[in-house]
């Protein structure tokens, strides 16, 4: 059975930075697209980043270009993104998602995380 666990979440104050960890269990990440999600309260799941399988495509939300970066280690079947200059309009609950190609929509990811809480605020 395929499973996708985050951590890395917490509090921070404005312009500090977190890593998020997603960790796959019963399938490897480099079989999927992994995407990054996040929902703040009362609002729908908005795209932050996706890797594609390959590896060699990485794609940002206008929001988080600059500050956020994926990476992969592939040894550790798990995938990280590194959140910087951290805004207070970045706090929401963070997903990771495996699916066959980066999408924006979130019908396209067949496997999900339970999310990580990210509050930034002073």
């Known amino acids: 059975q395929s499973h996708l666990v985050e951590s890395g979440g917490g509090l921070v104050q404005p312009g500090g930075s977190l890593r998020l960890s997603c960790a796959a269990s019963g399938f490897s990440l480099d079989t999927d697209a992994i995407g990054w999600f996040r929902q703040a309260p009362g609002k729908e799941h908005e795209g932050v980043s996706c890797l594609s399988s390959s590896g060699e495509t990485t794609i940002y939300a206008d929001s988080v270009k600059g500050r956020f970066t994926f990476s992969r280690d592939k040894t550790k079947n798990t995938v990280y993104l590194q959140m910087s200059s951290l805004k207070p309009e970045d706090t929401a609950v963070y997903y990771c998602?495996?699916?066959?190609?980066?999408?924006?929509?979130?019908?396209?990811?067949?496997?999900w995380g339970r999310g990580t809480q990210v509050a930034v605020s002073s």
């Open positions: 998602a495996a699916g066959g190609a980066c999408s924006r929509f979130v019908g396209n990811y067949r496997v």
